[in-house]
């Protein structure tokens, strides 16, 4: 990072606003500052890049270099004309996309410190979004900062960006002020980059977007592929980054696997939850001698138990089969079992899945013990979106991504 | 799908009850037109929820607390500064449990720290002023953690202050639990309410709120709104927590200081 990617400033007023996903209102800085902001660049340069344990090889956005290469990380500058250039992260073992991308940007935060020879004194959530690029979805983090106190402030943004590929995953961050656009057209290219040196045999596949009172809190995303056998996989990830309050971002990262069969029911399945940098939790469900086993850990405490519900589980990709068919019957409900470890892990969750008539934007229900979820579904029981309004939170699910039919 | 519906309502759901006042936990407040200046010891209010009837309820076991009309939509009720439990004291309130991990070492350290200035006196003040002090580290990043995991960590918000303070209590030999709800604060920076842990221990023969998160804060006039109690603390608990905020109002209205 140069020195000049930070603002001398004795004082930027901090404000929390949780009402949008510029989470600093723009407007109360000082012009000058938002002048910065805003400004842009145009990148007419492209360079090749070529990365071969991810089968990488691809023209990206500005000129790329390999600064750093060590323990399955790698580590480029990519110059985009700007005082700063995009430093770019490859991990081949990571915590996910919200841990990760929330680590970088503390060492981002403490390289600008220790560059300008003065603590940092201050860090503030800027905005928070999420995306995707092509089918790939990521998770921005744009962080306020001062270093120095007095007439010795100064400050800056770090602008952040994460995606997962397959096998990988990519952390962009940029000390620049202001060029937002051209920091995320570098980053789409460079994950671009990822994405395209694999072959997607997904036959469906989503991507939603998660938000509280209209904040972008993450994503959920689910792919389905077929083996050799008609088995399904499904694999799910799930980032969210919560800003809590002015400075502090709640970190999860969490994925799935299962294998359901053609009809819906549930093989096995595991999962793995990271939070803030620790593994919170991890569960494995499996069927033996006509019961459900379930085995895991959560907080470091085992839990091994059999489930008391001895009958077929539905899975996810049969929850979409179930929504179809109660599209297309005449039954106005189903009831059905699922696992649900976050909710319970040692105990099959009963789940009703019902059409609804009398709300605007929504055809279906499904009632999760206590919680309750309002969505549109469309043709094949496709996910469109949802929301869940209780106390004073809502929490919206909407897709932003889909591609084929949840069904063979 | 519906796994991930699952995963990100109760990932979303822990936010809800924090410590002071973080975005995803204000409740919206709004003042009856006849209030002026400070409200009183005891206030009438409108709750708006969807939920009134189930809220409505869950109130009733508590003494100091008046439901005084119900619709689908809201609830009106009439409530002291610091309602009575009066249910039943259950055998699992003073276990060691999942969830309220006495027998971790790291719980056993901290409840052993503890150091009463009269043996033969259960001090409320006291509990309050170890559990604050030992959770050096306030902070809402938590969704929700076991005893034996903010012993180890001295970190969270309102829920990890009422998770240790439980055990505390338990150690001691007192039933406790955790117990979530809503916060009414009248300041002088006005009215606000929030999402809130809280614990509640059986001491003398009552039940009594221990709050150690607000412990030593500026001095204020604070309602507490119970609404539900972590009664799952097996490995099942996230869905006592998703219950939880089903019993949170989405709105308190037409607050006012009420007349005897």
New interface residues.
Partial sequence: MKLSTIIPAAAIAVT?N?TAKDLLPLESFPEWFQTSMVRETAITSTSEFSLAPFNVKAEVIGDIALADNAEGTWYYTIDIGTNAPVECYVFNEYDGPANSMHAVVGLSLDGAAELNGRPLTGRYNYAVDTGVVGSTPYLSLDTLYHVGEGENKASGVIKALSAETENSLQVCVHSDVGYRKAFFDTFASFVSAFENSTENNAFFQ?V?E?R??DIP?GY?S?RYTKDADGDIMIQ?T?S?L????AS?????D?A?I?WSRPDGSLINGSTY?I??GVM?SKFAIKSSDAKWHVEGN????T?E?QLAYEGWL?S?YG??LETANLQEGEAQSAQFY???P??????A?N?TLRQVSDKKDTNMA?D????K?DFYAEEHGI?KH?V??????N?Y?TSIYSQGI?SL | ?????????????T??H?QSD???????VTLDNEQNGPLGQRISLSLL???AKAIAAAMQQWQGIQVDAVTDSSLTITTELRPRYMGEVKPQYSAAT?VI?LDEPSTKGFTSGFVPSDEAIFSVDEVQAYVSEYISDA?????F??A??VAKQKSGDCTEFAVLTTALVRALGKPGRVVFGTVLIDDPTGVTA??HAWTEVFDNGNWQIIDAALYGLAEDIRFYLPGSVIE?E???Y??SL??G???????LANVKTATL
């Avoid at chain 1, 919560?242 to 309050?245: F, G, K, Q, R």
């Avoid at chain 1, 976050?342 to 105990?347: F, I, R, Y």
């Avoid at chain 2, 799908?1 to 759901?13: G, R």
């Avoid at chain 2, 902070?139 to 969704?143: C, E, F």
Wanted: proline share 7%; charged share 10%; net charge negative.
């Fill in positions: 929390f949780a989503s939603y998660m509280i009172n809190m959920a689910e799910s799930t969210l919560v800003p809590v309050d502090a971002v709640s970190r999860t969490s799935d299962s939850t939070e803030n919170a959560i907080q470091g405490k839990v138990a539905l996810d929850s979409y699922m696992w649900a976050d909710a319970d892990p040692v105990t969750m789940i499904i999760m013990g206590p919680m979820l996910f949802g869940m309004a209780q106390g004073p939170v929490v699910m949840p | 799908m519906k796994a991930i519906i699952f995963f990100t309502l109760l990932t979303f759901v936010f809800v924090s973080p975005s995803f936990a204000t409740v919206d929820s969807s939920n999942f991990d902070t809402y990043i938590h969704g953690n076991f034996s995991t929030y999402g799952n097996g490995p099942g996230g869905m998703a219950a905020i089903m019993l949170m109002p989405s709105k």
